[in-house]
């Protein structure tokens, strides 16, 4: 056996299956011998030209193996310094695809690459658009204390933002960084006032945050807020673990990622429910009629006053 | 595992944690098979019922919690009581139309303990011997008729 062939082994077997593994697989055989370069080996898995790309660093991103030769995590620092995941996976020669990344859907995503450099540059591109998108959700999980999701990404476009113990408010980021759809959820008579006259003078000159504390009249506890949320870090999970659905009796669900929301209305009943729990009881209350425009209403499981849901997010 | 099965493993979990006082649920048989479950119950000191010991059976469908259970008394000792049939069925409310999914094992128990605690008389409810001859097995397919809060 050739070292070319040795090399070969190291390049397909499963062992070698981290990057520097990997590495010290080849630099041992590679070790002394100058006659064999890394171009020279060709492999089922990928092809030499996909390996010298990945060797010649690109300004602001960094190349990692995932399982195998064929699946690699990209990380880019954007303008602002932020940092992004990206996946791609080599479906074949000049075939790129991204497989996941932490931005919102968009067509690109789906678009086959011929090489590297051709992909981080439309990711790039993308990227560069979005920065108003990134300001706003950062600037809010920086200043607020977001209930869901529980591990914000910038792949999700919308926050429930803590106001008060009972009520949350929701509020989605336009890809150009506007806020919309926002809507209070739980026991929000006390707030709903304040949130209608808030939108119709919303301040366009400010970012989100600042308006939802001028809004809210948040101004003087706004910072207390997230020191508070910091200071209680550390039993945070504990805090979370306790809020469970009142129908399915857990805190995470399975197939989807949403957690227990305080959605009855009233001020006296603290249980909190899955929206998709809460919509699958109501639908079978009406003997398993879904309703015509998407919102269910009926009593609380709990405190059998009216309750209503939707069955969207 | 199933929302059900997901929802009856933390039911049973804490019923066998901390189980309400005189209720005590067999949970190598439920953990066993968790659609049928066997509770054992004994008579509040200080009722009519004390010093007795009763067995409650509860089926549950995969749709539960949407889908109140199926609770029965069986054994040899059915309680003598205006709303327990002597096949074992019970007239109570919250086990078919006002089931709620809030509900649980333990808040259905317990409802048991205080219907059967509040009892002024030991009878059988007056139509018993013609609904036990006359009643499907499963109580939930009773058409159910509340006659009175009071017990």
């Known amino acids: 056996m050739n070292k070319a062939q040795c090399l070969r082994n190291v390049l397909e077997s499963k062992e070698f299956n981290t990057l520097p593994i990997f590495l010290k697989g080849v630099a041992s055989l590679i070790d002394g011998d100058e006659s064999i370069k890394l171009e020279s080996i060709s492999s089922y898995l990928v092809d030499s030209q996909f390996l010298s790309e990945l060797k010649d660093p690109i300004h602001g991103v960094d190349f990692a193996f995932g399982d195998s030769l064929r699946d690699v995590k990209c990380t880019l620092k954007d303008e602002e310094s932020r940092l992004h995941e990206l996946y791609i996976t080599y479906e074949g020669v000049k075939k790129l695809k991204i497989t996941s990344g932490d931005i919102p859907y968009a067509p690109f995503l789906d678009q086959c690459f011929s090489n590297v450099e051709e992909l981080v540059g439309a990711f790039f591109r993308h990227v560069r658009s979005l920065q108003s998108y990134f300001y706003e959700l950062e600037n809010i999980d920086n200043n607020c204390v977001i209930l869901d999701p529980i591990k914000p990404t910038f792949k999700d476009n919308f926050r429930n933002i803590r106001i008060d113990d009972k009520t949350w408010l929701y509020v989605e980021v336009t890809l150009d960084g506007y806020p919309s759809n926002m809507h209070l959820i739980g026991q929000s008579e006390v707030w709903q006032g304040k949130l209608q006259n808030g939108i119709l003078n919303w301040d366009h000159d400010k970012n989100i945050v600042e308006n939802i504390t001028s809004i809210f009249d948040l101004n003087d506890h706004s910072i207390s807020y997230k020191s508070l949320s910091e200071a209680i870090k550390p039993c945070d999970a504990e805090v979370k673990d306790d809020i469970i659905c009142g129908i399915c009796f857990c805190s995470e669900l399975p197939d989807n990622l949403s957690v227990p929301q305080p959605l009855c209305q009233n001020l006296n009943c603290d249980v909190h429910f899955h929206k998709s729990c809460l919509f699958q009881w109501l639908v079978a209350c009406e003997g398993g009629r879904p309703p015509s425009f998407g919102i269910i209403n009926g009593s609380c499981p709990t405190c059998l006053q009216p309750i209503s849901c939707s069955n969207n997010n | ?151």
Request: net charge neutral.
């Open chain 2, 1 to 151: 595992m199933s929302p059900s099965e997901r929802r009856l493993q933390k039911e049973l979990m804490s019923l066998m944690k901390e189980p309400p006082p005189g209720v005590t649920v067999d949970g190598d048989q439920a953990s066993q098979n968790l659609t049928l479950w066997t509770i054992h119950m004994e008579g509040v000191p200080g009722t009519l019922y004390e010093g007795e010991k009763f067995e409650l059976q509860f089926k549950f469908t995969n749709k539960y919690p949407f889908d109140s259970p199926e609770v029965t008394f069986i054994g040899n000792n059915i309680p003598v009581h205006p709303h327990v049939y002597s096949n074992g069925h019970i007239c109570l409310s919250i086990l078919t139309d006002d089931w709620s999914p809030a509900l649980s094992v333990q808040s259905v128990c317990l409802s048991i303990v205080s219907m059967l605690s509040s009892c002024k008389e030991k009878k059988r409810p007056p139509d018993n011997s013609f609904y036990v001859k006359t009643c499907n097995k499963n109580p939930k397919k009773t058409k159910w008729w509340y006659h009175d809060d009071s017990v």
